[in-house]
């Protein structure tokens, strides 16, 4: 085995396990907008209403 095969092998298995970066910032960011939402449904509820009421 020549020495870049052998450090390509042990680099892929030191990366098994690890959760990739876009995956951490996508859940974060869904987690962030539901707690958000949680929080803050009646005042949006209130906003989109209002906005919707003055382009009639």
Do not use: E
């Amino acid at each position: 085995m020549n020495p870049l095969s052998s450090l390509l092998s042990r680099r892929v298995r030191d990366d098994r396990g690890d959760v990739p970066g876009w995956v951490l910032v996508t859940v974060m960011t869904a987690g962030l907008c539901a707690a958000l939402y949680g929080v803050a449904d009646d005042q949006l509820r209130q906003l989109l209403t209002d906005a919707l009421g003055k382009v009639k």
